[in-house]
């Protein structure tokens, strides 16, 4: 069975930081093109960042650049998301993602396999 679990979502306080990871099963993420992206109520899911793993590129939004830093351990088959310095507007439910060619895109129109989803709130 095909699985991203993500996990690392919670409460947080202005200006604080998360860690998001996402663990896959069942195939590897080794060679594929992988993003996080986030929903916020009433609004469309977005991507946040992805990696390409054609030529290692890292790609993220405007909103969060120099902020978030996505990367991937090939050896425990895990992606992660390591969020610093949030804000209220980071608000939102976060998935992970895969695809199965190397490029990776911030449209989730790319992506075949999902994480279930895990809420990140900012707030004091």
């Known amino acids: 069975q095909l699985q991203l679990v993500e996990s690392g979502g919670g409460l947080v306080q202005p200006g604080g930081s998360l860690r998001l990871s996402c663990a896959a099963s069942?195939?590897?993420?080794?060679?594929?093109?992988i993003g996080w992206f986030r929903q916020a109520p009433g609004k469309e899911r977005e991507g946040v960042s992805c990696?390409?793993?054609?030529?290692?590129?890292?790609h993220y939004t405007d909103s969060v650049k120099g902020r978030f830093t996505i990367s991937r351990d090939n050896a425990k088959n895990t992606m992660y998301l390591q969020m610093n310095n949030l804000k209220p507007e980071d608000t939102a439910v976060y998935y992970c993602a895969a695809r199965s060619g190397s490029e990776c895109y911030l449209s989730s129109f790319y992506y075949a396999y999902w994480g279930q989803g895990t809420q990140v709130t900012v707030s004091s």
């Open positions: 990696f390409s793993d054609s030529d290692g590129s890292t």
């Open positions: 069942g195939f590897t993420l080794g060679h594929r093109g």
